[in-house]
Each structure stands twice: as C-alpha cells, then as structure tokens.
C-alpha cells in the first residue's frame, strides 16, 4: 500500500525537531527543515524498497515517528548516518529481504517479548466516551471550563504558528482552576488520599502525585517557550492532563492497580 509522503515528511520534520533541541539556543526553522531534507532523503528511499517487498501497509512513516520517539535525541545533532541506519533495522523486521539461520532467528522471541512489555506501558488515550464525561462534570462546576477544554485542543489542531504553546496554557490553565476548586484549601495529596480508598489505591495515588507534577511541569515548560515544536509531547501532555481532571472531578474514575 502506497504511503503518504507529506506524512513521511512531517515525520521527518519531528525527528530534526528532537535532535535540534536547544531550550537556551533554538534551533532556526531553516536549520530543521534542511535536516528533515535530509532524513526525507534516506526515508524515502528506503520506503520505495519497503513498496516492492510488502503487499500491506508500508511502515515507513509509523517507523520514522518511532525513531522521534525513541532514538532522536539531542545528542545526534546534525548527523544523519544514524537515522538511516536505525530506520533500516526497523524496516528490515517489518519487510524481511533476506532468508534468516535457526541462530538468527533466535532474537525474534526475545524482540516478541519486548514488545509484548513496550505495549504494556502505552500512553493513555482518552476515548471520546470519557471526553464528554469530562465535559459534563466541567460544566457542573462552570460552564466556561468545558469551552476552555475544547479550546485547547482546538488550538491544538489549527494553523496558528503558536498553536503548541496556547494549546498547553489553556490545559495548564484548566487543570490549576479544577485542582484549585475541588481541593480548596486541603493540599492536593491529601485529597487524593481521601478520595481513592484501598491500600493498593492509596500507593497509586503517592505515585499520581508525583505523575501530576511532573506534568504540570513539563505543561508550563512549553507554556513559557512558544518556539516549542514537539508536537507529540505537546499532544500526550493535554491527554494526560484531560485523565487527571476526570481523575479529580470523577466519582467513579477507576484507577487500574493491577494488570
């Protein structure tokens, strides 16, 4: 199946946005693009083998944003010989050219098991029966809270060059005021104590505590640095914050302990 090549290509912009990181000395957007040039480059080569190899879904663009996640750091720089390198391990187990021994075969099950855990500790999603939950309960409390969601994703999604950073003030923005009305003046972990009842709840929620500050941080991170372009942190930081506002307002928020 034929890929997106823009798709492809926003990837690739991701990437360059990781390994050109620099909070005290952005990188110019010139910079990033003629990095992600260059990473377009190798992807799309080697995604044109993947086409004549694979009879299904080609890979190419959901590996290629694995690596934004996983392998771009800032430590790469500018360097391109190891995205090419990286992406074609990934794409050589995703469309095998080659007839394996029964010693290399051998890493396949220990790969299998890795996934099986890497699959454990997806992100949290929001699904939209929770989304109009949360709605509902914002309302409950004012009726702007529920715009002020919907805003920051709408935000989120628009054209806007500052998108990333308003989206993530408006979330900040929306947490502070529901953890400031619920919790009134009894400090946040004590109100999460109370709330969640079991012992095993309880230890959950010691280490809630400490997800929501990290969040909270990272939030008012990119909050007070508009040139912020990671999209997918941006985007994984409002769904997190959308769970931890269900968690506050919610009755009957369930809080898995166990798997």
């Known amino acids: 199946m034929p890929y997106n090549k823009s798709e492809l290509y926003r990837a690739c912009l991701e990437v360059a946005e990781e390994t050109l990181w620099d909070h005290q000395n952005p990188a110019s957007h010139e910079n990033i693009k003629s990095l992600a040039d260059k990473f377009f480059q190798d992807?799309?080569?080697l995604g044109e083998l993947c086409e004549e190899l694979l009879q299904g879904e080609n890979p190419v663009v959901h590996a290629v944003r694995y690596l934004a996640h996983t392998h771009a750091i800032q430590q790469m720089g500018d360097a391109t010989w190891w995205f090419y390198n990286s992406l074609n391990v990934l794409l050589e187990l995703c469309c095998p050219n080659i007839i394996h021994t029964s010693d290399s075969t051998k890493f396949f099950s220990l790969l299998e098991?890795?996934?099986?855990?890497s699959r454990l500790k997806i992100a949290i999603e929001v699904d939209q029966e929770e989304k109009t939950e949360i709605d509902e309960l914002l309302e409950q409390m004012a009726p702007n809270l529920k715009n002020k969601r919907i805003g920051a994703w709408?935000?989120?999604?628009s054209d806007n060059p500052d998108r990333l950073s308003q989206a993530a003030n408006s979330m900040v923005e929306l947490l502070d005021q529901v953890i400031a009305e619920r919790c009134k003046e009894v400090p946040f972990s004590e109100y999460l104590q109370k709330r969640l009842g079991s012992d095993k709840e309880?230890?959950?929620a010691e280490t809630a505590r400490k997800f929501i500050g990290d969040t909270k941080s990272n939030l008012h991170r990119v909050k007070h640095y508009s040139k912020y372009r990671n999209e997918n942190m941006v985007e994984t930081l409002l769904t997190v914050t959308e769970r931890l506002i269900h968690l506050v307002l919610s009755?009957?928020?369930?809080?898995?302990t166990e798997r």
């Open 202 to 204: 309880v230890k959950w």
């Open 251 to 256: 009755s009957e928020f369930k809080v898995e």
């Open 43 to 45: 992807a799309d080569e």
């Open 154 to 157: 709408m935000a989120f999604r």
């Open 113 to 117: 098991q890795g996934i099986k855990a």
